[in-house]
Structures are given as C-alpha cells and as structure tokens.
C-alpha cells in the first residue's frame, strides 16, 4: 500500500508543479519546449523500469503472479510502450478537437491539462474493473482479444474517415445541460453573466476530450493486460503514459506529416496483443517477443513514413488541421 500510495503522490506533485510553476501563465508552446518536456516524461516512465525493479525485488508490493524482478521490469516496459503508441492516434483526434472549437494554442495545455486529471480517475477505474474480471472470469481474456483484433481491423479500414466532435453525442447532451457561450475569456472553463453560470468553448472541448480518452482506453487497457493482470504494473504503466500525452502532443502535433504510416504500426501492435490474449492459455509469448515486436513495428512505420515524400498539398492540409490560431 505503500509504493500505491507513494507513486499517487509523486503523480501528483507532477501535476502541481506542471500546472501552478512550469505553465502558470498561458502561452504557444512551440516544438523546442514540448520536445525538452517530452524528452524528461518519457525520461521519468523509463528510469521508473529501474524503480519497479527494486520494488519488486525486495516484495514492496502485492505480486500476484510470483513475477521475478526482471519481468515484472520487463513487463512494465513493454505496457509503457504500448500505451505510447496507441495514444500517438489520440493526438491526432486531439488536434482535430481543438480545431473544432477554435481554441487557440496557448490555452490548449489548461484543457489539456484537465483532461489528463480526469483520465486518471477513468483509466484507474477502468484498470481495476479490468483486473477484477481476467481474475475472476477466465473467459474474458478471449473477449478482450477478440474486441482488440475488432478494433484493429476497424482501425485499418476506417482511417481516413472524418470525426466532427460537434456532431458527438457528448457535445450536443453538454449543450443541453450548460447554457454555453462562444466566446472564450483566457483560460476559464466557465464565466458568469447575468448571475448565470455559463460554459465556455473550453469547456467543450474538455468534455469531448475526456469521451475521446474514455473510448481510446477501451482500447489500450486491455491491450496493457494481454501483457500483464498485475495491477500496479497496469496502472504505473498507464498512468506515466499518459502523463507525457500533453508534451507529445505539442511536439507531433507539428511532426505529424512525417509518420505517415504510423496508423498502420498501431494496427499492428494492436492485432498482435489481440492474438497473445487469445492464445494466452494455450501458448505462451517470451516478453522480449511482445517488446521486440512493438519495436519493430513502430520502426517500420517510421521507416516507411521517412520514405514517403509530402506533397505541398498534404503539407497544407495537414497544417490546417493541426494548427489553430494564434494570437
């Protein structure tokens, strides 16, 4: 309960000290500041495969599964990537997101920011059900991989549709519920007039966000537990995943016209783990396979999309919808 306890903690003084010290104030951050950012999340997730494996060494924590130190290092690893990778897709609904309702660059990291709040509530709740029923119905595993194999072959065929987050469900019941006003007013979620309490285009931004993220994990979550059931290696791993989506964003959002072909290793990644939960009672993957294979397949997509030449046109279009006014 401890090291539980402990790693809640430090999330939380990650988030004081990014919200109320390093982004006080509003403002565009541009791809020099999001890549330094980057670099030091996606530097903390891995010194923490260091951490996980003196905790488990020396039994801190609950060990379910009777994991060595080694693999429970391993296995936090491989779930740290895949969560990685699979929300390089949720950056691109991100932007489209923000596009939509026309919130500038520089109050895009508050509702960011907000959004990542509620997604550690929603993604500890969804890991703990998830847990919950691998333990207790063995069956479920065959579920979760076959919805996974449904999911990649879903997001193989329907990659170039457009999503419009005005026409979400979600968008049109928060309209109903707030009275809403089109003017944004800084970085406030909400403002009075009239006595009345009164939503801003921030604040349905927010809200389709958190669906967006709520919909996405459906996905990643049981990816992570074809992986691993342990729960402290499932939440670590997502967690510190998707503490770094803020800084990714800001730095792909500009770079995304040169991994193309990324879809396709998430597609990939995500058929594989479908298979390895499918067959999870029958043949048994070596974890440097399910690494090496992540690895694999975002290097090929990479490869692939370094290949491909832009053309003006797709440069503009890809500007267009990721870029949203500045001041």
């Known amino acids: 309960m401890i090291i539980w306890i402990s790693f809640i903690i430090m999330v939380g003084i990650f988030l004081i000290l990014d919200l109320f010290v390093f982004n006080r104030k509003a403002h565009v951050i541009d791809t020099k500041e999001a890549s330094k950012y980057t670099a030091l999340w996606v530097g903390i997730a891995l010194l923490f495969t260091i951490a996980v494996y003196f905790i488990y060494d020396y039994g ?3 060990n379910p599964d009777n ?3 080694g693999n429970a290092a391993i296995k936090y690893l491989t779930g740290y990537l895949i969560e990685l990778s699979l929300s390089i897709d ?7 997101i923000f596009k939509s309702f026309a919130i500038q660059q520089k109050y895009q ?4 920011f907000w959004g990542i709040v509620g997604a550690l509530v929603f993604r500890a709740l969804m890991i703990l059900f998830g847990v919950a029923l691998i333990s207790q119905v063995s069956w479920m595993t065959y579920v979760f991989g076959a919805f996974l194999l449904y999911t990649a072959f879903k997001m193989l065929t329907s990659h170039d549709e457009e ?12 309209r109903k519920m707030f009275p809403v006003t089109d003017r944004i007013d800084g970085q406030k979620l909400f403002v009075r007039k009239m006595g009345k309490r009164i939503a801003t285009p921030l604040f349905l931004a927010l809200v389709v966000i958190e669906l967006t993220d709520v919909l996405f994990a459906l996905d990643s979550i049981p990816a992570i537990l074809a992986i691993t059931a342990d ?10 995943a998707i503490m770094g989506l803020r800084s990714m964003y800001f730095f ?6 040169k991994f193309q072909y990324i879809h396709y290793s998430l597609v990939a990644i995500l058929a594989f783990v479908g298979i390895k939960m499918i067959l999870v009672h029958h043949f048994h993957f070596p974890e440097w396979v399910s690494l090496g ?15 491909k030449k832009t053309t003006k046109k797709d440069e503009q279009e890809l500007k267009e919808s990721l870029n949203t006014t500045k001041d």
């Open 60 to 62: 801190a924590v609950a």
């Open 67 to 69: 994991l060595t130190a």
């Open 90 to 96: 949720n950056i691109f609904v991100i932007a489209v």
């Open 109 to 112: 990291h508050r509702v960011l």
């Open 163 to 174: 999503f419009d987050p005005k026409q979400s469900a979600v968008y049109k019941l928060a």
């Open 231 to 240: 729960p402290f290696l499932v939440f670590a791993s997502n967690i510190l």
């Open 252 to 257: 792909l959002s500009n770079l995304l016209d």
């Open 293 to 307: 294979f992540i690895f694999l397949a975002l290097g090929v997509g990479m490869l692939f999309s370094s290949l």
